[in-house]
């Protein structure tokens, strides 16, 4: 089993910025990616940013030049700074994860969420 523990989020107003934080525990043998989704209101959850083991990123079109994802590999954890923060990107912000056990099995976890909210 891969805990998950996500910290960072709450209230920012507009122009502001936010650091969200996703640490990993448990029966890790490596981790293939780790990225962030979000799921607004009355919409589906949407890919915000992810880096797969060899340091490749990917981001969501709406969140390029604003958003950066990195990693701490020594402590599994990853993070997500959030500058120039929109009130469109309110959302609740789900950690993922895909963990291989030691047996050689992958898995995809997920967070248990953390609520960002940009507002004036």
């Known amino acids: 089993q891969v805990q998950l523990v996500e910290s960072g989020g709450g209230l920012v107003q507009p122009g502001g910025s936010l650091r969200l934080s996703c640490a990993a525990s448990?029966?890790?043998?490596?981790?293939?990616?780790m990225g962030w989704y979000r799921q607004a209101p009355g919409k589906q959850r949407e890919l915000v940013a992810v880096m797969i083991s060899g340091g490749n990123t990917n981001y969501a079109d709406s969140v390029k030049g604003r958003f950066t994802i990195s990693r701490d590999n020594a402590k599994n954890t990853v993070y997500l700074q959030m500058n120039s923060l929109k009130p469109e990107d309110t959302a609740v912000y789900y950690c993922?994860?895909?963990?291989?056990?030691?047996?050689?099995?992958?898995?995809?976890?997920w967070g248990q969420g953390t609520q960002v909210t940009v507002s004036s």
């Open positions: 448990g029966s890790i043998f490596s981790i293939n990616f």
């Open positions: 993922t994860v895909e963990a291989v056990s030691r047996v050689g099995v992958p898995y995809n976890y």
